[in-house]
């Protein structure tokens, strides 16, 4: 469908309505260029995409840190 950017502000809101039920794009002609409105596809969003990474964290599951030996590493409690 292609219409003017006049008949557009005219009835945006059906416009948009009817972009989103049909899923096809709207053109628009404004000064001889050629525009298209068209229903964005929606990626999945991945709940940890945005996750920073944390050098030296453990990951695993956390009843192996049981049987961990720190002995070596205990120095006493001159160090707390």
Known sequence: MTMTITEL?????RVLDE???TK????????GQH??????KKKPHHKLAHLKPHPGTICGNPDDLIHLNWSENWQGKDEI
């Open 9 to 13: 502000r005219a009835n945006l809101y």
């Open 19 to 21: 972009i989103i039920a």
């Open 24 to 31: 096809k794009p709207i053109e628009i002609i404004r000064k």
């Open 35 to 40: 525009l298209k409105i068209v229903l964005e």
